[in-house]
């Protein structure tokens, strides 16, 4: 079973920058690829970001290429989403997740197991 716990939402203006973390434990973290989904008020939760288990591949959703980076350090258990040039669009709550295989090929779409609580980042105009 694995646990994720993301931190490092917040308040920030457009056009600023938030580092997302994602601290994964209960499993053997670099045998997993790991994602990144938000869920805007009022919408459906949708895919932002992939990375997979070795860490040399990634994909994004059209929206934030160019400015979201997906990362990982297997060393600490931990993936991270860099956001530069936010957006108000951006708002919502940012969920890690997980997927269930260990050691697989990342594919899309990217097919989440275990899920984070959610962190909310919030991007005033």
């Known amino acids: 079973q694995v646990q994720l716990v993301e931190s490092g939402g917040g308040l920030v203006q457009a056009g600023g920058s938030l580092r997302l973390s994602c601290a994964a434990s209960?499993?053997?973290?670099?045998?997993?690829?790991m994602g990144w989904f938000r869920q805007a008020p009022g919408k459906e939760r949708e895919f932002v970001a992939a990375?997979?288990?070795?860490?040399?591949?990634?994909y994004y959703t059209d929206s934030v290429k160019g400015r979201f980076t997906i990362s990982r350090d297997n060393a600490k258990n931990t993936v991270y989403l860099q956001m530069i040039s936010l957006k108000p669009e951006d708002t919502a709550v940012y969920y890690c997740?997980?997927?269930?295989?260990?050691?697989?090929?990342?594919?899309?779409?990217?097919?989440?197991?275990?899920w984070g609580q959610g962190t909310q980042v919030t991007v005033s105009a």
């Open positions: 990375i997979s288990w070795s860490g040399l591949t990634t």
């Open positions: 209960g499993g053997t973290f670099s045998y997993y690829n």
């Open positions: 997740a997980a997927t269930r295989g260990t050691r697989v090929v990342l594919t899309t779409p990217f097919v989440p197991w275990y």
